[in-house]
T-cell receptor, first 112, second 112 residues
Framework: GEDVEQSLFLSVREGDSSVINCTYT??????LYWYKQEPGAGLQLLTY?????DMKQDQRLTVLLNKKDKHLSLRIADTQTGDSAIYFC????????????FGTGTRLKVLA | DGGITQSPKYLFRKEGQNVTLSCEQN?????MYWYRQDPGQGLRLIYY???????QKGDIAEGYSVSREKKESFPLTVTSAQKNPTAFYLC???????????FGPGTRLLVL
């Protein structure tokens, strides 16, 4: 089955850029998503990219998709303390189904 | 305000007891989902419903039941057959089964 991997932790200083990575095994997904989860809260949709795109920029967020290497990344420019959270990548329509397959999440800690 | 609500925020279950988690949406979405989140893991799909009066098992349906009598509502019952129910439960909805999923704030279930 589909496997989606993320590193568990990332620590950056306030004002620096953060890059959160996601690697996957199945390339059949139609959309690839990034969600943010703050402590004790639900998942907030940040952005998504269609599978035929290489890059998408949305204010401080840049999503890069390398289909050849099956690698998805989320770059947050000018990282703020309010960006501290867990970030999940999710593959929509994986394995030719409706299903979302979630990564295990990356905990981003922003140091003041 | 359109959105997804879940109640209660915290729920305590005694041994042998069934408990029901509420999920309501006013987004006019056809599809609704229940996920379970355990620490350090991604989300796992319990049940989903594409349309009123229809629902399907996800990856970890054992010990859970659902109903979909109204478009807006998709309650989840955690039965006594679920031996390890302590987790964070997230409800989501989407326009249709292929669409982007939006999440509620979650319910944390604890066993007394």
């Amino acid at each position: 089955g589909e496997d989606v991997e993320q590193s568990l932790f990332l620590s950056v200083r306030e004002g620096d850029s953060s890059v959160i990575n996601c690697t996957y095994t199945d390339s059949s997904s139609t959309y690839l998503y990034w969600y943010k989860q703050e402590p004790g809260a639900g998942l907030q949709l940040l952005t998504y990219i269609f599978s035929n795109m290489d890059m998408k920029q949305d204010q401080r967020l840049t999503v890069l998709l390398n289909k050849k290497d099956k690698h998805l990344s989320l770059r947050i420019a000018d990282t703020q303390t309010g960006d501290s959270a867990i970030y999940f990548c999710a593959l929509g329509g994986a394995e030719g189904t409706y299903k979302y397959i979630f990564g295990t999440g990356t905990r981003l800690k922003v140091l003041a | 305000d359109g959105g997804i609500t879940q109640s209660p925020k915290y729920l305590f279950r005694k041994e042998g007891q069934n408990v029901t988690l509420s999920c309501e949406q006013n987004l006019n979405h056809d599809a609704m989902y229940w996920y379970r989140q355990d620490p350090g893991q991604g989300l796992r799909l319990i049940y989903y419903s594409q349309i009123v009066n229809d629902f399907q098992k996800g990856d970890i349906a054992e010990g859970y039941s659902v109903s979909r009598e109204k478009k807006e509502s998709f309650p989840l019952t955690v039965t006594s057959a679920q031996k390890n129910p302590t987790a964070f439960y997230l409800c989501a909805s989407s326009n249709d089964i292929q669409g982007t999923q939006y999440f509620g704030p979650g319910t944390r279930l604890l066993v007394l």
